[in-house]
């Protein structure tokens, strides 16, 4: 249970951190101590369900994306292929 939770809270801080958010501004969206987000995402306590939707609102991301690599699957449903990364970058290039 406790390695589920540090996984949980790893993928909270990566989503946060891929959308240039503060820890500290992510405590105050949501209504929570810094400390205790701090510590979700360590992985020190769990995440409860409300928080976990306060989460999801705040960063704007679909709720799997929490669970992504729960059981060890680091390429989940929001993954994308290297052939899907390829045609992006060429479609960019193009514009």
Avoid: W
């Avoid at 993928?11 to 500290?24: A, E, F, H, S, Y």
């Avoid at 609102?57 to 729960?70: K, N, Q, T």
């Amino acid at each position: 249970m406790r390695y589920k939770a540090k996984l949980v809270g790893k993928r909270i801080r990566l989503l946060r951190c891929d959308r240039g958010m503060q820890q500290v501004e992510l405590a105050e969206k949501i209504g929570v101590s810094q400390s205790l987000l701090s510590n979700i995402e360590s992985g020190r306590c769990s995440v409860t369900l409300d928080n976990l939707i306060k989460i999801h609102e705040a960063l704007g991301c679909p709720m799997r994306s929490f669970f992504v690599d729960i059981d060890g699957d680091e390429f989940g449903a929001d993954m994308f292929s290297l052939q899907e990364l390829v045609q992006a970058l060429v479609a960019l290039k193009k514009k």
